[in-house]
Nanobody, 125 residues
Framework: QVQLVESGGGLVQAGGSLRLSCAAS????????MGWSRQAPGLQREMVAN???????NYADSVKGRFTISRDNAKNTVYLLMNSLKPEDTAVYYC???????????????????WGQGTQVTVSS
């Protein structure tokens, strides 16, 4: 019903910047919250940042002051601007959309949570 497609990952040197994008597609009526998580090899997935429909944001302490999350509700897209990248930011970054309200084939409303496939971010020292 809903697909999330991430883009913008890659290889960057420490101190550099990257901008991740995640576009949600489908019969979407509204998305309540969108966000980013990351998972490094051998570690658990951790929340990086999230943003509500009205723009309230929340960040992990490790990225505060360096990362900025934003969203375009008209495009059902969330962004993550990552500045001053560090080697420890290396991970697969996943986009998530929570409380996605969709219009079903029978014109009913349904609500669900969705994840993207992930995009690799590698920061070299």
């Amino acid at each position: 019903q809903v697909q999330l497609v991430e883009s913008g990952g890659g290889l960057v040197q420490a101190g550099g910047s990257l901008r991740l994008s995640c576009a949600a597609s489908g019969r979407i009526f509204r998305i309540n919250a969108m966000g980013w998580s990351r998972q490094a090899p051998g570690l658990q997935r951790e929340m990086v940042a999230n943003i509500t429909h009205i723009g309230s944001t929340n960040y992990a302490d490790s990225v505060k002051g360096r990362f900025t999350i934003s969203r375009d509700n008209a495009k059902n897209t969330v962004y993550l601007l990552m500045n001053s990248l560090k080697p420890e930011d290396t991970a697969v970054y996943y986009c998530n959309a929570d409380g996605v309200v969709v219009v079903t084939a029978t014109s009913h409303l349904d609500v669900g949570d969705y994840w993207g496939q992930g995009t690799q971010v590698t920061v070299s020292s």
